[in-house]
């Protein structure tokens, strides 16, 4: 059985920074994609950053969030981090890792599996 666990996030400041972390269990050995995405109320789930665990690549959804925030994984912990610096009010939204088999893809869609979502606060 495959289950996540996020957790890291709260209340900040703009300008501040936050580190999140996902625990993952129960994914097989070998050909999988982790990511992580958004979502605000009312609002569709978006792509963040994800990587795959063969090769390691990581992409991010865009140039914002790829100069702000940085996605890392110790393997020895099973645990997948996104450290989020620089942050801004629009950043504000519940933030859900996700795993799915074999591909990498971008819609939340065709990622079957979520953990509970850790929610992401930031002030002006």
């Known amino acids: 059985q495959v289950q996540l666990a996020e957790s890291g996030g709260g209340s900040v400041q703009s300008g501040g920074s936050l580190k999140l972390s996902c625990v993952v269990s129960g994914l097989p050995f070998g050909d999988y994609c982790l990511g992580w995405f958004r979502q605000g109320p009312g609002s569709e789930r978006k792509w963040v950053v994800r990587?795959?665990?063969?090769?390691?690549?990581?992409?991010y959804a865009d140039n914002s969030v790829k100069t702000r925030f940085t996605l890392s994984r110790d393997k020895d912990k099973n645990t997948l981090y996104l450290q989020m610096d620089r942050l801004k009010p629009e950043d504000t939204d519940k933030y859900y890792c996700?795993?799915?088999?074999?591909?990498?893809?971008?819609?939340?869609?065709?990622?079957?599996?979520w953990g509970q979502g850790t929610q992401v606060t930031v002030s002006s």
């Open positions: 990587t795959h665990n063969l090769n390691g690549a990581i992409a």
């Open positions: 996700a795993a799915v088999k074999f591909d990498c893809y971008d819609r939340a869609v065709d990622f079957p599996y």
